[in-house]
Structure formats: C-alpha cells, structure tokens
C-alpha cells in the first residue's frame, strides 16, 4: 500500500510526522484533489483536514480519514500534543505558513512525497495515456486561417469537450519570428510558418504535455531534421539507470554539432504526472537516475531570435525497452 511505504520511508529518514499542503500531493496519497486549503497529517494514523468547500467531496473520494480544517491554529495543536522528533515540511510551504505553524517544532524540508511520485504505477501510467489521448484526439479539424489566440481556443475546446476539466497548462502557440520564445503567450496575430503548439490535457488529475512545430521552406526544414535528429537519439539513450543529465548531453551534443550550441536554451525535458513539470529533470545540472516507471517529456528546440524556433515533445515511459506514450506525427507541414 502507498501510505504504508511512504511511512517505512519516513521512518528510514527519521521523520514522526509529515504536514503536506500541496494539492498534487495530497492527491497523490489520498486519491482527492482539494479545490481550497487542505492539510494532510501523514502519521500512523493519517488525517486529511478539508475546507467545508471540499468536505463531502472528499469524504466521498479520500481513503484517509477526513475532518473540517478550521484554520492553521487549530491544526498546530494536535500537533504540539503528539509530534515526538522531526516534523516534515514540503519544499513548496510558504514562508508565512511556515512562521505560523512550524516554529515550535523540530523541521525538516524534504522532497520525500516528490521523490515516490518520480516513479509511476500502471494505474498512473493508464491515466497519463488517458491524458494523452485526449489531447492528441484534440489535435483535429483545426482552422489555421486564424490568430493565435484562436487556434489555442480551438484546441483548449476540443480537450475540454473530450473530457479534460481543463489544460494541463496554458496553451502555446508562438507563429513566424514569435516560434523562437520558447514559452511565448498567444497572441491575436494571424498565423504564419512555422506554428510552434505546445499543449497538453487532464485527465483523473494527471496531465499530458506534447509539442509540434507546422513548418514550411527548405530553411524550417532543415532545422526541424536536426530536432528530431537530437529527440531520437535522446529518446534511445533512455533506460533505467542512466542519468537524467546524459540524456540531455546526448541530445545536446547533436545539436552542437550543427552549430546550434547557443539556440538550444532550456533543458531537454522533465517528468510528467500530477503536475506538468515535476521530477526527474532532463537538465545538465540533474544528479537524478532514470527509473523503470518515471514518464519523460523529450524536447529539444533550435531557437533563430528574430527568425523562427522549432521543438518537438514527446513522452516516454522508461522501461528496458523504452516507450515513446505519443503518437503524433512529428513532421507536419503548415498549411
């Protein structure tokens, strides 16, 4: 069971109890997802504290126990009565939060939650391809006569009509010179090659993430032969054990061999689960090893300022036998 390991991990790393504010992890744990403040007790006896707003929502889905949080003075003292030793705290805690409720205790910040969520079960794994295929589906009988804005409205329309409560993030579509932001809003300009769209989907709170770059010309062309080039060999590196760091030198070294060493400007990819961007990090500064479970975006990007970018994403499951989870075809002309 979930809960049960998490505790023998708590136990090795000398933790009593664990207060967990973060609505992703709590629910990861719980299996309810609370819409306003929300507190979880991780103990032996584990307490999930819910705003009215959520209470009977939450009765209905937790499998911990759940009472009405009041507020963060109530919660504190229960505490105060029962925590023995170290109390763990999230990295994402505000430091007001923490004034208010942790400064009697013994603390201590840890990533612990963050690092269980790294590795996927199968059941997470069917909800990301869930998510997934709501977004890929979304991706039709669009009308590229139109602005920015509009094309992403477009497609935000179709997840929410195929059953995403909402994007996994908010929709990019960067066109012409503008595809060289990597993470550019939209805007109400007209469309124009290359169309960089960035987008994913939500589905039973756990998200997609892809990106497709519409190119036109021998110039975009060429550029985009040289992301894939970097994706694929990316993608073929990843296997348990390997470090997140070296799958993006490998992708980081094709594109340096083409001369593009200073337009490849972010890392080349991250996790995907709960949240859109969570562990591990495809980054050059990453200590983290691949493994069995952990569900990757890949996607390197050449930016030209002033002229266009191109990126490509997908997701990968890390297996022995890796496995690309997208399906889109990632050479698409723009109309």
Known sequence: MKIDEILQKMEQEDLFSLIILKPENIAYITGFKPSSISALILKEEPLLLCSKLDLDEARDKSQVT?????????????????????????HSMTVGTYHQLCKDFQIKITDIIERFRAVKSSSEIIKIKGAIKIAED??????????????????EYNMRSAGSPRPSFETIVASGP?????????????????????????????ASDMTRT??????????????????QKAIDAIKPGVKASYIDKVARNVIEEYGYADNFIHSTGHGVGLEVH??????????????????????????VEGKFGIRIEDMVLVTNQRKVLTSKSRKILAP
């Open 66 to 90: 759940v009472n009405e949080f009041i507020s963060l003075g109530e919660l504190k003292k229960p505490l105060l009565e029962t925590v023995q030793g170290k109390l763990g705290v999230e």
């Open 138 to 155: 979304s991706f039709k009988d669009l009308d590229f006569s139109v602005s920015e804005d509009n094309l992403a409205a477009q497609l």
């Open 178 to 206: 503008r595809s060289s932001f990597p993470h550019a809003s939209t805007t109400s300009q007209k469309l124009k090659s290359p169309i960089m769209i960035d987008w994913g989907a939500l589905y039973q709170y756990y």
């Open 214 to 231: 519409l190119i036109q010309g021998k110039e975009e062309e060429e550029i985009l032969s040289i992301v894939l080039e970097a994706q």
């Open 278 to 303: 969570e562990k591990p990090s495809l980054s050059f500064r990453s200590d983290e090893k691949l493994k069995k479970g952990m569900v990757l975006t890949v996607e390197p990007g050449i930016y």
